[in-house]
Each structure stands twice: as C-alpha cells, then as structure tokens.
C-alpha cells in the first residue's frame, strides 16, 4: 500500500475501477460521477464499513495522487448501499491537465478513482480481515489503472494484491536471483519493471517503481513459460518477515499486510498439497518451531542443526 504525505499527515490510497461517468451537457464541462469507495473485501482483506468513511472538507481531485496536480473539486458526496459515489468537476477551463483527463474519461481511456485516506479506527474480525470503522479521505485521484481488474477495492503500491499464480511442486528448489532473470525476461521487462513483473513480489518501494532495486521478497518463478509461485520462495519470505537472515527494513504497516496474504498462500498450499500443518509461522502456536522443510529453505545447509535443536526441545517440553 502506499503512503503519502498531506501536511505531515500520512495517506494510504485504495483503487477502484469505479465506472466514472463523464456528464457532458450545458453547465456540465468537466463533470463526472462515480465511485470513490466501495464496501467490498479487497485482495489483502480490508473492508469498510458503510458510514466510515468522512471527506475532508478541502478535499480535492488530483492526477495520479500528485499533489502538485489538483485538477477538480468535489461537488457531492452521496453513499448508498455499494459504497460512496461521488460527483465532481474538472477545471477544464484553467487547467491543461485537467482537460487532457476529462478528455481521456470521455474516449473511456481512464475509469479508475482513489482515494488517499487515514484509517482513524479499525478492527480484525476472525478471518484476518480487517475492518475499518472510521477513516477520512483528503483526496481522490483519477488514475491509468486500478489495482484490483475484478473491480473491487483494493490496497495497491507498496503491497501488491494476493495473485492468482498457480502453485509450482512443494520440492521446487528456489533460486531468487535466477528466478527474477526469468520474470524479467518473461514480464517484458527487460529496461524497466511492468505491472506483471510487479506480481510477482510481495513488496517494493513505491517511490521508485521504474527501479528493480525497489522490489522486494519475490517469490515466482517461470516453468515451462508460465509464472508459477514457488512454495519454498513463499517459506523464505516468511521467514524473513520474522527476522530470518536480518530481516527487512519495510513499514510495519506493509509487513502486516504482506503476512496476511502470505497466510492465504499458507492456505492454498495446505489445500493444494492436502497437509494441514502448512501454516504461517505468525499463525502457529506461540512458541513454535520453524518446520523442517522451512529451515532447509532459510538455513540451507545448517537446517540440521536447527531441526535437531526443535526436535531435543519438543523431548524435552514431552519429558516434563
């Protein structure tokens, strides 16, 4: 998810493909109308509750959530029971940008809205998801695409949306630096990183999006010329969210969400291989092991000693 800054204030944006309408007419140049928000669970599990959701009183329509581009004003805000359609108006008569966008809208070249909001006051139910009580929104922003393709709300940026990769085979070995050669070559993404090659990472650096040094905890790979995740990328980056290898220096924020959708591939895998002790380490017991097969993973050659250590362990919490 990315943050930014308003007066000091951080924002967090979430996409939707809201259907804009432009509304041409007399009195109506550079009106259109949709969805700011919606209520739908996004992809990393978050969900607004209908009346969270209250609007700055200056807040503005920019262009890609660049402050430096305000192009519109919000003229109405009117929830219902899909989420908070709003209808706001371009200053196509004193802005260049904000012609070029009304026109892009009209051609249906742009149909995507976002907000930049602060969660005021929020909950997790037992699923994980996370429920926002309260929120406030300082800006909406028409963007070029929406994060989520099936139209619901989603965070977007720094954590990308859980993918809908297929699983590779549980003994697939993992070479990351291998691996992201082929994303590379297979995302087309050989002078700079497309969207596809941003799927497959669970994180990278929003500020700095053209450059592959930004991009963080991969876990795909290319079998046979199709993308697949990788089980055991999928145990590393586990790993080092808890601090395996030294860790990461990414916001807490992004590593909470980073760990609820790598507990969704926790669960697909337990499914797709019929092993219910795939579980996420953040989701075991406290005081649990790391498994043999995820050690072997992060500790290469000194996963034995670490197994063997969890196995004198469990003798001796069994011998009490």
Request: charge should be negative.
């Amino acid at each position: 998810m990315d943050v930014k800054r308003f007066n000091g204030i951080g924002l967090k944006t979430l996409d939707v493909n809201s259907e804009i309408k432009a509304l041409d007419g007399d009195g109506n140049a550079g009106v259109f109308e949709g969805y700011a928000l919606t209520y739908d669970v996004d992809s990393v599990g978050d969900r607004i509750n209908p009346g969270a959701a209250q609007f700055y009183p200056k807040a503005k329509i920019l262009w890609q959530h660049n402050w430096d581009e305000p192009i519109g004003v919000i003229e109405s805000v009117e929830p219902d029971d899909r989420g908070v359609k709003i209808r706001a108006r371009l200053l196509v008569d004193t802005v260049q940008r904000a012609r070029e966008a009304y026109a892009m809208l009209k051609a249906g070249l742009l149909d995507s809205l976002s907000i930049g909001f602060v969660p005021e006051k929020f909950k997790f139910d037992d699923d994980g998801t996370r429920i926002i009580e309260k929120l406030t929104v300082y800006e909406t922003s028409i963007v070029t695409f929406p994060a989520n393709e099936n139209a619901t709300l989603t965070s977007v940026k720094a954590v990308p949306s859980m993918q809908n990769w297929p699983l590779a085979e549980r003994e697939r070995s993992w070479d990351s630096a291998a691996a992201i050669r082929r994303i590379r070559e297979a995302t087309n993404s050989t002078d700079s990183p497309s969207m596809d090659y941003r799927k497959c990472f669970f994180w990278f650096d929003a500020d700095a999006p053209d450059n592959f040094t930004s991009y963080k905890l991969p876990y795909c790979d290319v079998i046979d010329g199709r993308i697949y995740a990788i089980p055991r990328a999928i145990f590393a980056a586990a790993a080092v969210l808890e601090g395996a290898r030294g860790g990461i220096d990414i916001p807490s924020d992004d590593k909470e969400r980073i760990k609820r959708i790598i507990s969704r591939w926790y669960r697909k895998m337990a499914e797709v291989f019929d092993d219910p002790s795939l579980i996420a380490p953040w989701d075991r017991k406290q005081g649990s092991f790391p498994t043999f097969e995820e050690a072997s993973v992060v500790y290469g050659n000194d996963f034995k000693s670490l197994f063997e250590l969890e196995t004198l362990i469990n003798k001796l919490r069994g011998a009490k």
